[in-house]
């Protein structure tokens, strides 16, 4: 049975005190049933040409960044290109991909870092009001200051490379903990981070069965960011039409339709035995018809299609006038033009959707999966379609 163990990996400067720690971390990780790959034993793999990606790789890969910091930025003194190094490049990619991440720290350099901790919040703030935004390397705003000190805070600065400094507030300022790390004693070290890790998973072991429910409950989060910034984009585009600024509801109906530019998947037997059956493609053209005494009136549309400027109550056949008759949502299926038509009355309205079907099919083959399409796209989109019927319905009261 192959068991999918949890990757860490292990990021540090190019330092030769480091080594050893390294090796003694990994051990101790993979003693516990952990997959911890490291650069000295050539756990990585084949090596490509572009050494650095392959790092970002291997953290994108990995489950837990373990971060240590001694003196050394790197094996050279020299920056790369940027500003940066690739042991922060690292952390930069573990932080962006939120990935879980421990930073051990020298515990001279830590102390030494809280001491002029109020030298760099002044510098970083500085920094900030002067070019109103954050720097692109940590290094930016503490490097010509710490090249000119003098006396004790030189005596501090001297104990780490330059960059190390700006490394760990650029650590400390996105709100991580600083563990201390004694590399005198790694074999002790070693074994409190394991512990600890432990400990991190433990508080993750109930999440485990609720991993479906913590997976919606985040794509929900999306969905109503999205939602919320386009209800002031509908509200606004309504005002308009109520101060008479819009001579017509088509700009409305635009904006309203860029909200359901999705593919939506036809499922068959969805909570039981789940196939895919066809693909729904965006809704790609909109009409809406207002009640204008037998008749009713056509008085906006958006995207390329022909919309009849009227049409009589007592015409029959026609999916506009039975949904206002009948005063409900209509599904139905044009064949020619392989698109699904939503219709719904509201108030002194009716609403028209297009939408286009991915694989063509029969109008009899349509109608059988009329309430599967519904699902689809209403009950995604139902707290959307309920505030855009309030905008349309509303109206009528102004």
């Known amino acids: 049975m192959v068991i999918d163990k949890t990757r860490i990996f292990i990021s540090s400067a190019y330092e030769e005190s480091l080594k050893t720690p390294r090796k003694i971390i990994k051990k101790h990780l993979e003693e516990c049933g952990h997959e911890v790959p490291i650069f000295e034993e050539e756990d990585f793999g084949t090596w490509k040409p572009d050494t650095m990606k392959h790092c970002i790789e291997v953290v994108e890969k990995s489950d837990i960044v373990i971060l240590l910091i001694n003196t050394k930025s790197g094996e050279e003194p020299e920056l790369r ?29 830590k102390k030494r870092f ?26 930016d705003p503490f490097e010509n200051w710490i090249a000119s000190q003098d006396g004790m805070v030189k005596r501090h600065l001297e104990a780490a490379d330059p960059f190390v400094w700006a490394f760990l507030y650029d650590i400390y300022i996105k709100r991580y903990w600083l563990y201390e790390f004694d590399y005198a004693q790694s074999e002790k070290e070693a074994k409190q981070i394991a512990q600890m890790i432990s400990n991190s998973l433990k508080t993750v072991v109930d999440f ?58 036809i499922i068959q037997a969805k909570d039981t035995n789940p196939v895919v059956v066809n693909h729904i493609n965006s809704c790609y053209a909109a009409s ?50 392989k698109t699904f038509y939503i219709t719904e009355a509201i108030d002194n309205f009716v609403l028209c959707l297009h939408f286009s079907l991915e694989e ?10 009329a309430q599967e399409v519904e699902c689809a796209i209403m009950d995604k989109h139902q707290l959307y379609f309920e505030f855009l019927n309030l905008l349309i319905g509303g109206s009528t009261n102004e």
């Open 81 to 109: 290109w940027g500003n940066v190094t690739p042991t922060y490049l690292e952390f930069q990619e573990a932080w962006k991909k939120k990935k879980h991440i421990l930073v051990f720290v020298n515990p001279d350099i």
């Open 114 to 139: 809280f001491e002029l901790k109020k030298d760099f919040d002044s510098l970083y703030n500085q920094y900030i009001e002067e070019n109103h935004r954050p720097p692109d390397s940590p290094f």
């Open 208 to 265: 485990i069965p609720r991993l479906d429910e913590l997976t919606e409950i985040e794509e929900q989060q999306s969905y109503l960011v999205e939602y919320a910034e386009h209800t002031l984009t509908m509200l606004h585009q309504r005002n308009l039409i109520l101060n008479k600024e819009q001579q017509d509801w088509s700009n409305f109906l635009k904006q309203g339709i860029e909200f359901l530019n999705h593919s939506y998947e």
């Open 288 to 337: 809406l018809y207002s009640q204008d005494g037998e008749t009713l009136r056509l008085v906006g549309k958006a995207g390329d299609i022909t919309a009849p400027e009227v049409f009589a109550l007592y015409e029959e056949g026609i999916h506009v006038v039975d949904a206002f008759n009948q005063g409900e949502r209509l599904i139905t299926y044009r064949e020619d033009k």
């Open 360 to 369: 063509d099919w029969n109008v009899k083959r349509a109608e059988a999966y």
